[in-house]
C-alpha cells in the first residue's frame, strides 16, 4: 500500500513538471539577447588582454542589442517571462560583472606603471575589488527588483525606479574611451605631457569611487526618465528636435566626449533633481519677524499676501 501511495505521488510531480515545462519561445528576440550577453564576455576577454578600448565597443553593441530585443518582442508581440529572465541573467553579464572587470584591470594596468608606495598600492587594490564587488552587487540587486516591480505594458515605461544598469554600465565605458582615446589626441603636444599625465591620473583614480556611486544610484529609489518614451516617441515640443540635432552634431565632433555627455548627465541628472525636490525646495523659507514693520507682520496678512491662493510660501 504504501509502495502504491510513493508511485502515485511521483507520477504526480512528473505530471506538474510536464505542465510547467516551457514549450515554446520566441527565437529572434532569443538570439538577440544572448547575442548580448556573449557581447558581455568578450569584453571581459579584451579587458584581461588589456585591450580597453575594443572592451567598450562591445559593451556598447550589448547596449544596441539590449535595446534590440525588447523592441523585437514587444513589436512581434511575443514577450514572455523567460524572454524577461534571459534578459536579466545576460545583462548581469554585460552591465554587472563586465563594467566592474573592467575598471579592476584599467586601475591594475595603470597601478603597474605608477610610482606611489607599496603600503598605498595594496590599499588601492583592496579597495578597487571592494569597490567592483560592489557595483556588482547592487547590479544584480537592481535587476531582480526590476524583474519583480516591472510591468509588461510599454505604456507604462516612462520612467525608471533607480539608474538603469546599462547607463551604469555606459558612466564606466565612456570614460574608459575618452582616455583611452579621446584624451591622448587632444594634449598631443609635448607642452601638454604633464597635464596629460595629471588628467590621466585623475580620471583613472576616480573609477573606484565612481563604481560606487553608480552602486548607490542603481539600488536608491531615485526616478530617471525613460529617453525613448519621453523625449523621442511620439509628437514632441521643437525644442526636442533641436536638442536632438545639438547632439548629434556632438556625436560627430567627438563620439568619446558624447558618450561621457550622455551617460554622465544622465547620471547626474536625475540625483540633482532628485537633491533638489528634497532637500533644497522642501525647506521652507522662514522670514524673521522682529525686523518685519507692523504693516507686514503674519498677524496683519491673509492667505493670499503669504503665497497664493492655496496659502503656500512661494
Request: net charge positive.
Amino acid at each position: 500500500m504504501r509502495r502504491l501511495k510513493t508511485y502515485a505521488a511521483k507520477e504526480k510531480l512528473l505530471r506538474h513538471v510536464r505542465r510547467q515545462r516551457l514549450k515554446y519561445i520566441a527565437v529572434l528576440p532569443s538570439l538577440i539577447t544572448i547575442l548580448n550577453g556573449v557581447c558581455g564576455f568578450a569584453s571581459i576577454i579584451f579587458a584581461a588582454k588589456a585591450a580597453f578600448a575594443k572592451a567598450g565597443y562591445m559593451l556598447l553593441l550589448a547596449m544596441g542589442a539590449d535595446v534590440l530585443d525588447g523592441r523585437l518582442a514587444r513589436m512581434s508581440r511575443t514577450t514572455s517571462s523567460f524572454g524577461g529572465q534571459l534578459d536579466s541573467l545576460c545583462d548581469v553579464i554585460s552591465f554587472g560583472v563586465a563594467p566592474a572587470f573592467l575598471t579592476v584591470k584599467v586601475m591594475e594596468y595603470c597601478l603597474d606603471f605608477a610610482d606611489i608606495g607599496q603600503v598605498f598600492e595594496n590599499f588601492f587594490h583592496s579597495f578597487i575589488w571592494l569597490a567592483a564587488a560592489a557595483y556588482i552587487s547592487c547590479a544584480a540587486i537592481r535587476l531582480a527588483r526590476f524583474n519583480v516591480e516591472n510591468i509588461e505594458d510599454e505604456s507604462s515605461h516612462m520612467s525608471f525606479i533607480g539608474l538603469p544598469s546599462p547607463a551604469a554600465a555606459g558612466v564606466i565605458i565612456s570614460l574608459v574611451l575618452f582616455q583611452q582615446e579621446s584624451l591622448p589626441e587632444l594634449l598631443q603636444t609635448e607642452k601638454h605631457t604633464r597635464f596629460y599625465l595629471f588628467c590621466e591620473a585623475t580620471l583613472i583614480y576616480a573609477l573606484p569611487f565612481i563604481a560606487i556611486g553608480l552602486a548607490v544610484l542603481m539600488v536608491s529609489r531615485i526616478r530617471y526618465p525613460h529617453i525613448l518614451n519621453q523625449y523621442i516617441r511620439g509628437k514632441k515640443p521643437f525644442a526636442h528636435f533641436i536638442r536632438a540635432l545639438l547632439l548629434a552634431g556632438l556625436i560627430i565632433w567627438s563620439r568619446q566626449a558624447a558618450l561621457v555627455f550622455i551617460f554622465c548627465g544622465f547620471a547626474i541628472s536625475g540625483f540633482l533633481k532628485w537633491f533638489y525636490y528634497k532637500v533644497v525646495r522642501s525647506k521652507p523659507f522662514v522670514q524673521p519677524i522682529s525686523g518685519l514693520p507692523a504693516f507686514a507682520r503674519p498677524d496683519n496678512l491673509n492667505q493670499t499676501d503669504i503665497g497664493g491662493q492655496n496659502g503656500d510660501i512661494q
